[in-house]
Every structure is written in C-alpha cells, then in structure tokens.
C-alpha cells in the first residue's frame, strides 16, 4: 500500500499544480476527484485510494489539501506555495511538522513515513482539435505520452528492494497516455492561467516536489508543456501500460491497463481567509 501511496502522492502533486489557478480580481477554490481502476490498482489489498483534492487560490499564494480517501494510509499533508517569495511549504498534519523550500536552497530532508526517490519523466502534449461538453463546460482535448521507468518507481516507492527485484525491473516502463479536456468558460480562467505562468516562472513545481522527496527530472519540461494549454483542465483520462521484455514484464501486462481519472467537481470564486496560508499554530518549522 506505501507503494501505491508513492504513487497517487506523485500524481496528486502534479495534478495540483496543473489545476492551480491565479486571482486577478476574485480567490478561487478547485476540488478535483482522482480514481484508479483496473490492471495492478484490482489486485491492491484494500484497494486503492481516491484522493479528492482541493486547491486554494487567493492572489500569488496557493494552498492544496490532499484527502487521500481511506483513514488507513499514513500520509495526511497539504502544501502551500507562494511565487511572489518564490517558496513553498509542505505541511505533514501527522507529524506536526512545516518543511519550508526556498528556489535556490536545498530543501529540507522528508519525514521518514514519505517516499522518497529519483523519477525520469519524459512526456509530449498535443492539441487534438476535438471539442466536447462537459458539465456544462465546452472542452478542447489534448492528448499526452509519459513515460517512467519501473526501476524509478520501485526505488521512489520507500521500500527497499531486494537486488534481484530491482535488476528484474530494468529495461521496463510504465507508459501513461490519455486526454486532457480543458476549458476556457469556468470561473477563473484567466486566473488559473496568471498564477499557473507565475508558478513555471519561479519553479515552483520541481521545488514542491523536492519538499515531498520526489526528484523527477523532466518533469520541468512536462509543467511547461502543461503550461502553455490555454485554459483549465477539468478531465483528465490517462490508461497507464507497461512496455519491455522479459518474464517480469510479461507477468505485469498481465494484469492489464490500469486507468487513472482525475475531475475537477467544483471550481469557486467565495473568498478565502489569508490565515490558510499560514502555518498552524503549533507547528514545528523545518527550513
């Protein structure tokens, strides 16, 4: 299960960052629903999460809270981000603690209970020219590749693994292709689309990612592609497969395609409270 924790933190991360919108004139709350189905995600004892997330937005200061869906699993942390000091911290709820990243410093070691390790991503983007209606919203698709390799995910997964098993994952990828629908008629669009440029500028991805443990080299580029698409996500469809050689990989196909969904459920423009974006009282810091 720490595994598939690893796993769905990374993607709620990235998902976060690609759903965070700006404030020129209004704060904006988005809460989004990820589930996974089928392949590897059938055979999880207790199943798998399905982390709701919600985002905060109130000018250039963001704040994102991940409920990761069954009390069971140990990781409880939300992170705030700010592009004007170009910092970002990550609060563990569990642990008590305030982790604060600074673009150019070294961030501070993870707490022992999160996952830690190095991820390539390589990935492409691509506008599709299809348009459908969703929830009300008319959509744009694009369509993305990503691609890691399993000796990555293995070692980022916070266990360590016996020699043989990593050696028996080399040469194989976990390959992540889908759509992503987007819209220009939500509420705070132009927003999103301010405060999203603001967190590329200050690199404020791979910072995020840092504080959580997760290097991923690449994945820069991928939030840059991500970037550019003018408007804000609000479905993303992505079937996750594996590709290689070997009896390893041929007992991982298997399993089957897993599918990961992620939807946006409300985006809002109530005002939010400045003291959300501050550390609980409480609170040990950790620079």
């Known amino acids: 299960m720490k595994r598939w924790s690893a796993t769905l933190l990374v993607l709620a991360v990235c998902s976060a960052v690609l759903h965070r919108s700006a404030v020129l004139h209004a704060d904006v709350t988005i809460v989004q629903k990820t589930t996974v189905e089928g392949g590897a995600a059938s055979m999880a004892p207790g ?11 109130k000018g250039l200061k963001g704040r994102t809270d991940m409920d990761m869906g069954n009390p069971s699993i140990p990781i409880n942390i939300s992170s705030i981000a700010d592009a004007v000091a170009k910092q970002v911290m990550v609060l563990d709820h569990n642990q008590k603690t305030a982790r604060v990243s600074t673009a150019g410093q070294k961030p501070p070691a993870p707490s022992a209970d999160m996952p830690t390790g190095t991820m390539k991503v390589d990935g492409t983007m691509t506008p599709t020219g299809k348009t459908q209606t969703i929830d009300g919203l008319k959509c744009d698709e694009y369509l993305f590749t990503t691609s890691l390799a399993m000796s ?7 266990q360590q693994l016996p020699p043989e098993a990593t050696a028996a994952m080399q040469g194989i990828t976990m390959v992540m292709k889908g759509s992503l629908w987007v819209t220009k008629d939500a509420p705070g669009v132009a927003e999103f689309r301010a405060y999203q440029k603001a967190m590329t500028t200050a690199d404020l991805t791979s910072l995020a990612m840092g504080a959580t443990g997760m290097n991923m080299p690449g994945m820069d580029k991928m939030m840059k592609a991500m970037s550019s698409i003018d408007g804000l996500p609000v479905l993303t469809e992505m079937d996750m497969s594996i590709e290689g050689t070997g009896q390893m990989a041929d007992m991982m196909r298997q399993m089957g395609t897993m599918r990961v969904t992620t939807k946006v459920l409300s985006v809002k423009t109530d005002a939010i409270a400045d003291d959300i974006f501050q550390v609980p009282q409480g609170y040990q810091i950790i620079k």
Do not use: M, N
């Open 152 to 158: 990555d995910i293995a070692g980022g997964s916070g």
């Open 47 to 57: 199943g798998v999460p399905t982390p709701t997330t919600t985002t905060r937005i």
